[in-house]
Each structure stands twice: as C-alpha cells, then as structure tokens.
Antibody, heavy 119, light 109 residues
Framework: QVQLQESGPGLVKPSETLSLACEIS?????????WHWVRQPPGKGLEWIGE???????NYNPSLKSRVTISVDKSNNQFSLKLSSVTAADTAVYYC????????????WGQGAVVTVSS | QSALTQPRSVSGSPGQSGTISCTGT?????????VSWYQQHPGKAPKLIIY???KRPSGVPDRFSGSKSGNTASLTISGLQAEDEADYYC?????????FGTGTKVTVL
C-alpha cells in the first residue's frame, strides 16, 4: 500500500529556510497523481501549502507563494518542500499527502513532521 | 482566499445525529463538486472520510454522509459513537488550490 514519510530538521532559526522531504513507498512518484504539502500550527487548523505533479508542474497557496518551492526527486521517489524566510508563525506540523483513489481528496497522509522556528 | 467557515463545535449524545456545515463562496464550494471532509483525532494525521461532496472511501462507515447546496457543504454523522469524538475539517478545491475549513470539534456527550 502507499505510504508517505516526512523527514527533516525539527528546529529552524528565524529568517532561515525550512526544508522537508517526503519519501514515497508503494507507488512511483511518476504515477499520475498530485503530491501535496499541508501544515497545522499548534492548536490551529489545516492549511494547504501546495502541490506538485511528477512532471514538475506546481500550484501554491497564494498566501505562501513567494516563499515556497516544491520539487520532485524521481531518483529517490520523493518530493520536497522549501519555505524561506521563516518566522515563528511557520511553526507547525507539516504533512505530506496525496490523492490516490480520490482525485480531489487527500486519502494518503504521512504521520507529520513537527517543525519549530526558534533561535 | 479565506478559510471556509465551520461551527466551532457540535455535540450530541450517542445514537443521535450531528451535522457540520461548511460555508464558502461561488469560487470554491459553490463552484466545484470537490468538497472533502477529514476526521482528526488528537496527535494523529487527518483521515479522509468524504470526497467529491458525498463519496465515502472504502472502510469509512456509512453513518458518515456528505451533501452540498449552493455555497454550503454539510457532513452528517448519523448515530454518533464515542469514537466519532474528534476534530473535523472540510476542504474545497478552488481551481489550482485547495482551501480548508476552520474546523469543528465534535463532542459525544
């Protein structure tokens, strides 16, 4: 079955760049699906960050677009998130997700990566 | 794009029904039949329970149902059970982006 696993530093300094990877198992990233990042600040709701197709096409949340880059690494069957110029407001659990059986619903999620922005 | 509006909380006794609303605009909920709903227990990743407004993924109990009228989508839980106590989020496709709802805490009394 399809599984996703986030990885990356749990602590990032203000003004630096947050970097996370999502390793995919059970399916090729080149399958005809979109791959997403979603985040959840402590005690708050979910926020969609953006998506990428295996071809490299991307769509981003307009509120984060100037700071976000999502990329594909086909050789390692994973995709990545970079968020620049972070502040304390970027402290959150970051999830990678995909829509496999549901075209416009996120039916597979990673377990989440806690990222704290602090000096 | 603002978050979709959900009630902060919904509660009911076991066996009762509960409905959560999700209000957006004609650019998101009203413009596409691509509303999904997620259940999230504390410390866990969200779980998809409804997609494409009213479809249930395999394994999701049929006491969960979804509908939409105009710019408002709804999730109904028929026959509340203790394990349904969780946070629920709606989400709508809005043309090259997705917008989540503000979230609703469901309490089973």
């Amino acid at each position: 079955q399809v599984q996703l696993q986030e990885s990356g530093p749990g602590l990032v300094k203000p003004s630096e760049t947050l970097s996370l990877a999502c390793e995919i198992s059970g399916v090729s990233i080149s399958s005809h699906k979109w791959w997403h990042w979603v985040r959840q600040p402590p005690g708050k709701g979910l926020e969609w960050i953006g998506e990428i197709y295996h071809s490299g096409s991307t769509n981003y949340n307009p509120s984060l677009k100037s700071r976000v880059t999502i990329s594909v690494d086909k050789s390692n069957n994973q995709f990545s998130l970079k968020l620049s110029s972070v502040t304390a407001a970027d402290t959150a659990v970051y999830y990678c997700a995909t829509n496999q059986a549901a075209n416009f619903g996120f039916d597979i999620w990673g377990q989440g990566a806690v990222v704290t922005v602090s000096s | 794009q603002s978050a979709l509006t959900q009630p902060r909380s919904v509660s009911g006794s076991p066996g009762q029904s509960g409905t959560i609303s999700c209000t957006g605009t004609s650019s998101d909920v009203g413009g596409y039949n691509y509303v999904s709903w997620y259940q999230q227990h504390p410390g866990k990743a969200p779980k998809l329970i409804i997609y494409d407004v009213s479809k249930r993924p395999s394994g999701v109990p049929d006491r969960f149902s979804g509908s939409k009228s105009g710019n408002t989508a709804s999730l109904t839980i028929s026959g509340l059970q203790a394990e349904d106590e969780a946070d629920y989020y709606c989400c709508s496709y809005a043309g090259s982006l997705y917008i989540f709802g503000t979230g609703t805490k469901v309490t089973v009394l």
